[in-house]
């Protein structure tokens, strides 16, 4: 007889939609992105003023994968000269909650970490 039951490696495992999701939303820019457009709409300018490190080449590509993942949505002002904002989506909205558990986590267990990384880099 066979178990059909799923195995606890199976429970563990990152499906590959899953995973390229999540290395696309929460990659080097896109959180800082998404804190800046939580706080309200912003046009890439202003993006690229916040986030002074990133290069316009990164914060596009970092702004169309969102885009392209629901998470911000780009609009066309119509003003002089023509703008582009950007803002969050609802559901871009919906990842506050647990991204904002994972900044505790790391605010918790910072000192952990340090400790940890300063053990094995002296070895």
Known sequence: MTDTAPSRDD?????????????QVLDKWSLSVLSELCEGPRRFNELRRAIPSVTQKSLTATLRRLERNGI??????????????YRITPLGKTMRPPVDGLLDWARTYMPQIEKAREAFDAE
């Not at 429970?11 to 999701?21: D, K, Q, T």
């Not at 911000?72 to 904002?85: D, G, H, M």
């Open 11 to 23: 429970e563990l495992s990152i499906p590959a939609p899953h995973r390229e999701l999540l290395d």
């Open 72 to 85: 911000v949505e780009r609009e066309v002002v119509s003003s002089r000269p023509v703008a582009v904002e």
